[in-house]
């Protein structure tokens, strides 16, 4: 157990829809880290926060966003959803430099 | 920018094979190297490390060195085990200081050994 809580485990909805993906840290974990792993394009870095604020941004649509609360979950929302956003989002959290630890991810299916 | 190219897959072995997955890194900058398992239905999980040149990483049998020289941090195992079953994530990371610990990770590659 990674101690990195991803709900919810599988999310099935429609083209055009709105959903969010909400992750909680390890324990002392103040970095929180999201991932989009599809077969074609692998596991592809989408936005990092650190202590509520935004620190890294990588492959992420403008149809997606993520924030990071003051008890320092996160929620990653995807917006106007498309069947090419079906995939695995992991959540990874970390303590300044060291290894990240994933969750078990969410699995969107988008139909 | 950063890339991480990892060998074609999937690989079948049997039980007590060597094992030998490639992995070559670009990167700017000195990087740290890793590997990660993902177990059917599981995130991933950190196998392994080397932060510099010349480092080896080890854990649970399977071994890798940072080859600056070959840019090279190819994962070794000298007798797999039907558990090791998984999918294998060869990454590196640059940032090295403060809290970016943004990792660049190859496509994976599918281990299936065979009883």
């Known amino acids: 157990d990674s101690g990195v809580t991803q709900t919810p485990k599988h999310l099935i909805t429609a083209t055009g829809q709105r959903v969010t993906l909400r992750c909680s840290p390890r324990s002392g974990d103040l970095s929180v880290y999201w991932y989009q792993q599809s077969l074609d394009q692998g596991l592809q870095f989408l936005i990092q926060?650190?202590?509520?604020?935004?620190?890294a941004k990588g492959n992420i649509l403008e149809r997606f966003s993520a924030q990071q609360f003051p008890d320092l979950h996160s929620e990653l929302n995807l917006s106007s959803l498309e069947l090419g956003d079906s995939a695995l989002y992991f959540c990874?959290?970390?303590?300044?430099?060291?290894?990240?630890?994933f969750g078990n991810g969410t699995r969107l299916t988008v139909t | 920018g950063n890339s991480v190219t990892q060998m074609e897959g999937p690989v079948t072995l049997s039980e007590e094979a060597f094992l030998t997955i490639n992995c070559t890194y670009t990167?700017?900058?000195?990087?740290?190297l890793f590997w990660y398992v993902q177990y059917p239905g599981e995130g991933l999980q950190l196998l392994l490390k080397a932060t510099k040149a010349d480092d080896k990483g080890s854990n649970k049998g399977f071994e890798a060195t940072y080859r600056k020289e070959t840019t090279s941090f190819h994962l070794e195992k000298g007798s797999v085990q039907v558990s090791d079953s998984a999918v294998y994530f060869c990454?590196?990371?640059?940032?090295?200081?403060?809290?970016?610990?943004?990792?660049?990770f190859g496509k994976g590659i599918t281990l299936s050994v065979r009883p």
């Open positions: 990454a590196l990371s640059t940032e090295s200081s403060g809290a970016n610990s943004k990792l660049t």
């Open positions: 990167a700017t900058g000195y990087p740290s």
């Open positions: 990874a959290s970390s303590l300044l430099n060291s290894p990240l630890h």
């Open positions: 926060y650190y202590n509520g604020e935004e620190r």
